[in-house]
């Protein structure tokens, strides 16, 4: 069974806080991605990376950052969280291709106060 | 103008109703295309890929139009169980890189 995983399905951080979200697949899929979804905004990409050590900003990139140092794991850092960064924080994964289905994470709830 | 765009609902049918949704998208290039179906509190899954010729899975069918760049997702004989929000994908470019979603169409489905 294909399977996306996030480290944390809640999380409560101060704002000024370095925060870390990890995500791991094990499907050896090239392309990963972050979102975040806010109600009645979707799903808006924050970065993707179609290979180790390679990212591209998405759609909402400012105070975001991410790593990706090995082809499974691909993780967002929040540099100094912010209370317009509460979101939920979903990973997705996709092989490229011409139909890449993206699986995702089950979400990170993350709440900056 | 939002790179894919989907009326937010909601949709409130009865039990056996047939309902559609629809997407637009703005850029010309975008390659593929997915309907996704993302449950309360869950993470989206992908319901069914979209073709050009129309594609039809049990109970639901999807249509893309290129030359209006538009697509359509319709329930047959909805049921209680079809309740979620139902997302619109479109993929740029053929390595799946650019993935846009669309902000979701809400169906509450009624007994």
């Known amino acids: 069974d294909v399977k996306v995983t996030q480290s944390s399905r809640y999380l409560v951080k101060r704002t000024g806080e370095k925060v870390f979200l990890e995500c791991v697949q094990d499907?050896?899929?090239?392309?990963m991605f972050w979102y975040r979804q806010d109600p009645g905004l979707g799903l808006r990409l924050i970065y993707f990376?179609?290979?180790?050590?390679?990212?591209e900003k998405g759609d909402i990139p400012e105070g975001y950052s991410v790593s990706r140092e090995k082809k499974e794991r691909f993780s967002l850092i929040l540099e100094s969280a912010s209370t317009n960064q509460t979101s939920m924080y979903l990973c997705?994964?996709?092989?490229?291709?011409?139909?890449?289905?993206?699986?995702f994470g089950q979400g990170t709830r993350l709440t900056v106060v | 103008r939002k790179e894919v765009e989907q009326d937010p609902g909601p949709f409130n049918v009865p039990e056996g109703a047939t309902v559609a949704f629809n997407c637009t998208y703005s850029?010309?290039?975008?390659?593929?295309f997915f309907w996704y179906r993302q449950d309360c509190r869950k993470e989206p899954k992908l319901l069914m890929s979209?073709?050009?010729s129309g594609n039809e899975d049990g109970r639901f069918t999807a249509q893309l139009n290129r030359a209006s760049q538009y697509i359509s997702l319709l329930i047959r004989d909805s049921k209680l169980s079809d309740s979620a929000t139902y997302l619109c994908?479109?993929?740029?470019?053929?390595?799946?890189?650019?993935?846009?979603f669309g902000a979701g169409t809400r169906l509450f489905v009624k007994a």
């Open positions: 997705a994964s996709s092989r490229r291709g011409q139909k890449p289905e993206a699986f």
């Open positions: 499907m050896d899929h090239e392309n």
């Open positions: 990376s179609y290979d180790v050590k390679m990212k």
């Open positions: 850029n010309s290039a975008s390659q593929s």
């Open positions: 979209v073709y050009s």
């Open positions: 994908v479109v993929n740029l470019g053929t390595g799946g890189f650019k993935t846009i």
